[in-house]
């Protein structure tokens, strides 16, 4: 069974369109991220969310809306695409919030979005 | 923000060689991580660092935590073929409002020629 899980894989859109990219954790964590990776590879925390409440947004634009139904889960709604948007987006999840040894971060395999 | 300098960009090296990688920060982490990310995939933890001047080993990779808590190097030793990917090194912040956050390097592709 995959630790962190999130679909779709692959998504192609246009410009404009609402799309939303699900994110499940089978691992009892209580914390949960959603990265996103541009075309460069650089990696870049979007939000961060302990049992269910949101602790970490780094000035990711409002069109941007993670939602986390419970604490394993964390999906991320994207309203009125653009190209710019283009990339790949991790979901990830830890233990805890914390910088310790048992809060070990967790990727999914990514969900690779193409604004078109 | 904090930033994190990884060097060197890519590198393309002979099955069997050795390889350094490092990454320096402005500013002080209190965890280094190093992960690889394979095509396709998500980045998986290669070695975390929790205190400053550690050194671990897990089979063929080394990584040291910097004594300044600025820095860390990963080596590579007698490289092979499916260590091909791109290595990303990884701080995490223990306080303020970004707590536990990962703050990641521009990453390091790695070709091996067999």
């Known amino acids: 069974d995959t630790a962190v899980s999130q679909t779709p894989k692959y998504l192609v859109t246009q410009m404009g369109n609402d799309k939303s990219i699900k994110c499940e954790q089978n691992l009892g964590h209580d914390t949960m991220y959603w990265y996103k990776q541009d075309s460069k590879k650089f990696l870049k925390i979007m939000f961060s969310?302990?049992?269910?409440?949101l602790i970490i947004n780094e000035t990711v634009p409002n069109r941007f809306s993670p939602k986390s139904p419970d604490k394993a889960h964390l999906n991320l709604h994207i309203n009125s695409l653009e190209l710019g948007d283009s990339a790949v987006y991790f979901c990830?999840?830890?233990?805890?919030?914390?910088w310790g040894s048992g809060n070990t971060i967790y990727f999914g395999e990514g969900s690779w979005l193409t604004v078109v | 923000g904090q930033q994190l300098n990884q060097s060197p960009q890519s590198m393309f090296i002979q099955e069997g060689e050795d390889v350094s990688m490092n990454c320096t920060s402005s500013?002080?982490?209190?965890?280094w991580l190093w992960y690889k990310q394979d095509p396709g995939e998500g980045p998986v933890l290669l070695i975390a660092l929790y205190k400053a001047g550690e050194l671990t080993s897990n089979g063929r990779l080394t990584a040291q935590f910097g004594i300044t808590r600025k820095d860390s190097f990963l080596n590579i030793s007698a490289s092979i073929p499916s260590d091909v990917g791109i290595y990303f090194c990884?701080?995490?912040?223990?306080?303020?409002?970004?707590?536990?956050?990962?703050?990641f390097g521009q990453g390091t592709i790695l070709t091996v020629h067999p």
């Open positions: 969310y302990n049992n269910k409440e």
């Open positions: 990830a999840s830890s233990q805890g919030s914390g």
């Open positions: 990884a701080g995490r912040n223990a306080g303020g409002t970004s707590y536990g956050k990962l703050t």
């Open positions: 500013s002080i982490f209190n965890t």
